[in-house]
C-alpha cells in the first residue's frame, strides 16, 4: 500500500520530527482520467515551511493528517489517459509520498533536455526558475551589474550565480562554511562571503564589493532575509534592485527582521520586489531554452544533496534550516 | 550685518539648540551676476537633520561653522543681473539666513499661480512635489486604489491625501492627536488613523482599511518608516506599491526597524521604491499645470504652522520631530 508523509501538528518555531506522521493511501483503484506514478524523486522547499502554519498565503496551508504535496518527479505505471504513457517520466506536486494518483491534467512530461530526470526539481525546476526570473526579470540585471546572492550554495542561489556569470555580470555571493564558499567560487563568483565566519555580513560584504571593484552592489537576490538583507542596503548603488523570494531567516521563528540600513534605500532610490516564481510559469519555454543552451555549451554546473528513502524526507526537510545541502535537495524513494 | 544660523556642533541623536549657532554674515558687496534677498520666509524639513550628520548622502552634510542651507523665499534688493529685478520675489536654497547673497543662476522667479509666496516652499514646492511624483509615478496610484499615507498632516503628506482624492482614489491618512486627524478628515481622507492613540497602528490600519471597504490597501506612501511602515506590509494588498521619502522615525535615532511583517512583501509581490524629489525635477511645469488647475477648482487645502523671527529656526526645527506642526512647518523673517 502506498504512503505518504502527512503534518500531525502544525510546528511552533522551527519544525520537530513529531510534527509529522507517515499514513497509508488507499488508491487502489483509477479513476477516469487519472495516472498512477511511482514516484522517484521528491523536493523539499523551504517555501513548504509556510504551508504548515494555518495562515492565508499564497499556497493553501497544508491540511493536517493529509498526504502533503510538494514537487516529485516520477515513472507512470498505470494510465487512464491518451496522452500519458506507461513508462513516461512526469514532474507533478502529489510528492511526500511514495505514490501519486493524479488527474493527467495535472502532470507534466519532462521537457526534452540532457539532464538526469530530478534536475527538474532543482535547476530546471522551479528553483531555477526562481533564480533565472528573479534574477533576469524581476531585478532586471543586465551585464556589468554587481550582483549579491544569499544562500549561493542553494538550489535557487547557484542558479543566480551561474545564470548572471552566463550574462556577463559580477558576483559575490554567500554561503555557509568552506566547503560551500569553495563551491560556490567554482561555480564562477567573484567573491564569496562565509555567512557562518565571524565577520558581520555588512562588514564581509564591504570588503567583497571592494575586491570586486564595483564598491557596491546594483542587483541583491535574497534568498533569506534579516541579515543579508541589511547588508545589501548597506552596500547598495545608486537605482539598486532587490528581488525577494525568500526568508528563510524567519520561516520558523517568525522574528522582526531587524534593518538599521533601511533608510539608505531613499538616497540611493533602492527597489525592491517580492516575488513568487508561480507568475513566470507561461515563460518556462524561454527558461528551458536559455538553460539548455547555457548546458549544451557546458555552462552549467549542478549539485544536490540526497537523502534515500521516503522514511528521511522529514530530515531532509529540516536539513534547509540549518545548511545541510549544497546545491538542491532531495529525497530518492 | 546679515545672520545666519550655523552647525556648533553634530548633533548626537535628537538635535539640542546647543548644537546651532548664530553667526554673522561679511557680504556688503555684490559680485557680477550676484542678486541680494531680503529673505521673507525660510523652511525647515525633515530631510535637513539627515545634513547635520557627516556621512556620504544625497545631499553633502552641513559644515560646522557656516551658514547653514535650506528653501527660501524672499524679495531681490539689489541685483547684478539682467533677468532679475529688484523686487522680484524668488525662491532659492540660501536659507536659514535673513539676507542671501547667490548667483542669479540659482534662483528662481516665483510661478504665476494665484497663491502666497510661502506656499512655493511646502504645497507648491518640494514638499508638495514630493507628495505629487511620489503618489502617481513612484507609486504608480489610480483611480480606485486605496492609498495610505503616514505624517498626513504634514507638508507632504496633505498634499497626498488632496491629490489622491482629486484623482479618484480611497484615502487612509495617519496623523498624530485628534485636532490634526480631523484636519486630514476635512481634506477628504476617507478614514483617520490617530497613531498616538492606545491602539497599535498594525490594528488601526485593518480597521480602517475594513472601514472603507477595500480590506487592504494598494499603495502606501511612507514619510515616517518604522512601525506604520510594518503596519502597511501587514495590510499591503497583492501587487501592492510602497513609495518611501522619509524616515522620520530614524532619523534622530539611527535605531533599526522592526518589520514583523517584512516576509508578506514575497507572496503580495509587494513593490518598495526609495526616491528623491529632485528627480523628477525637470517636471515641474507639469506639477504646477496639474495643482494650478486643482487650486482654480478649489480642490486644494492648505495650512502652515509659523514661527516669527529667524531666531525661532532651531524650534521650527526641532518641532517636526515632536508633531509640532500642522501643514507646512514655516519660520517668517
Not at 185 to 199: M, N, P, T
Amino acid at each position: 500500500m502506498a504512503r505518504a508523509w502527512s503534518l500531525k501538528a502544525r510546528p511552533q518555531g522551527m519544525p520537530k520530527h513529531t510534527d509529522f506522521a507517515m499514513i497509508d493511501l488507499d488508491q487502489s483503484t483509477l479513476g477516469a482520467g487519472e495516472v498512477r506514478i511511482a514516484n522517484r524523486w521528491l523536493s523539499v522547499d523551504p517555501y513548504m515551511r509556510g504551508r504548515m502554519n494555518d495562515v492565508k498565503s499564497y499556497v493553501p496551508p497544508f491540511a493536517l493528517g493529509e498526504a502533503m504535496q510538494g514537487g516529485a518527479v516520477g515513472e507512470v505505471v498505470e494510465s487512464n489517459d491518451d496522452g500519458i504513457k506507461v513508462g513516461d517520466m512526469v514532474l507533478h506536486m502529489a510528492g511526500w509520498r511514495d505514490e501519486a494518483v493524479v488527474p493527467a491534467a495535472q502532470v507534466q512530461k519532462l521537457p526534452a533536455l540532457d539532464v538526469p530526470p530530478q534536475a527538474f526539481l532543482g535547476q530546471l525546476g522551479m528553483p531555477g526558475m526562481t533564480g533565472y526570473f528573479g534574477l533576469l526579470q524581476v531585478a532586471e540585471a543586465k551585464a556589468g551589474d554587481t550582483v549579491f546572492v544569499s544562500a549561493a550554495a542553494g538550489a535557487v542561489g547557484s542558479t543566480v550565480v551561474q545564470v548572471a556569470k552566463a550574462k556577463g555580470m559580477t558576483v559575490i555571493g554567500s554561503a555557509g562554511g568552506a566547503e560551500k564558499c569553495a563551491w560556490v567560487k567554482s561555480l564562477g563568483a567573484d567573491a564569496v562571503i562565509d555567512y557562518k565566519s565571524d565577520v558581520p555580513v555588512v562588514k564581509a560584504l564591504g570588503e567583497a564589493a571592494h575586491a570586486v571593484g564595483s564598491g557596491g552592489i546594483d542587483v541583491y537576490f535574497d534568498n533569506v532575509g534579516g541579515e543579508h538583507l541589511d547588508a545589501a542596503l548597506a552596500h547598495a548603488n545608486m537605482h539598486a534592485r532587490f528581488a525577494v523570494c525568500g526568508m528563510i531567516d524567519v520561516y520558523n521563528s517568525g522574528a522582526a527582521t531587524q534593518l538599521k540600513y533601511l533608510a539608505r534605500l531613499i538616497g540611493n532610490r533602492v527597489q525592491i520586489h517580492g516575488f513568487i516564481v508561480s507568475d513566470y510559469m507561461n515563460r518556462a519555454e524561454e527558461f528551458y531554452k536559455d538553460m539548455g543552451g547555457m548546458l549544451a555549451a557546458g555552462t552549467l554546473k549542478r549539485q544536490e544533496t540526497v537523502h534515500e528513502g521516503l522514511e528521511t524526507m522529514p530530515d531532509a526537510f529540516l536539513g534547509l534550516f540549518s545548511g545541510g545541502n549544497t546545491g538542491k535537495m532531495l529525497v530518492k524513494v
